[in-house]
């Protein structure tokens, strides 16, 4: 068994030393949500359950279409991705699972990775495709699309691609496969609307048609970028009618930075749900076009009333509710883990205080078209501050009171920069 990143004893050390604090801090809100009818450890047990997955990607610097800036030590390989994730998972509790894109993790033995990964307190989440970059190993070309390619040799290129995906998904023990393309115009009439969503949804067929049994296919959508003027697979209308086309094993990926600037997110959660297409969420968040910031950065708001919708969805029919969440960021000014740190932290935080509104004054207020009443239920577990719960549950599953802090003084970037060999510069994501 591989030795977990970092050192127990540190980790209990720290602890020991800001729980009289934090104590101090739970019992206090613990009160304050008992005048509300709430017991905090109720809250604190419901969060416990609660996981979001990791991106392998999201653990090296990410870099935008200009450049990338490498630090010392940051992880260039799936070993050290996976380690990198560990120490997330090591501090945070709530980050189990990584979610491998390829062929950018490929290795040669996975039934190996898996097991390297258990070692490290870790399982997979969904596995990802990528057919929106040439790989120096392929025949044919994506620069003109992949699945939606008008060259048939091109489609079958990618199809072979994903289901390549799904086997190694299948000894990886990942129950999903998440399909994004790229694939779009940069100008009008370079396309036919119709012709290549056709053909989108015939190849995404052959995709599903090799879906084992119990494996979901989450189609995501993206506005625009790379293609900026029309894309095939770009809002979550498109998305919903191709999973419905695909089969129950289709369901349709929000990725919260993937949409137009003053789109109501939450509201085509409800409605993804209504259907049965909620399959699933890539948490960042997003200011102008961009789809990669850290979740909660910009607008927390947001992410609330997103999570407000998934507490919904799931009290209105429990059976049918599993969304995947994963985190999909790229870091670009910040040490990865620290970012993965903060985001784990506000993705939670998110949930919690959805989970703190008083949902039979939401819903009286509601019936009874009390709007103010309305809003304030939702503003009332806005404004209070969670995070003493979310440090209690993090301490009491073995992570660190304050995760950055103990991060930090892991000295792990320092200890990695001595060890690990030097990333390259070039600009994109790996
Ligand atoms: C895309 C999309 C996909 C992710 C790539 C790296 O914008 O969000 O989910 O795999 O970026
Ligand atoms: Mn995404
Ligand atoms: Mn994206």
Redesign the pocket.
Known sequence: MAELPLSADQIAAHNAARLPALQDEYESLGRQLDRRGITIDTIKRRITSFSVAL?T?GSGTGGTRFAKFPIPGEPTNIHEKLEDCAVVQQITRVTPRVSP?FPWDITDDYDGLRKEAESLGLGFDAV?S?T?QDQASQNRSYRHGSLTATDADVRAQAVEHNLKCIEIGRALGSKAI?V?I?DGTNFPGQQDFAASLDRYLSTAAEIYRGLPDDWRMLL?H?LY?PAFYSTVISDWGTSILAAQELGPKAQCLV?L??HAPTVNIEQIVARLHRFGKLGGF?FNDSKYGD??LDSGSINPHQLFLVFNELVEAERRRPDDFRPAYMI?Q?HNVTDPIESMLSSAEAIVAAYSKALLIDRDALHAAQDGNDVMMAFQALRRAYRLDVSPILAMARMEAGGAIEPIELYRDSQWRDRKAQERKPATGAAG?V
Do not use: L
């Open positions: 991106p990607w894109h990802n990528n929106f998440t994004w790229g995501e993206k970028e990725d930075g993937h890539h789809d990669d999909d790229s994501i």
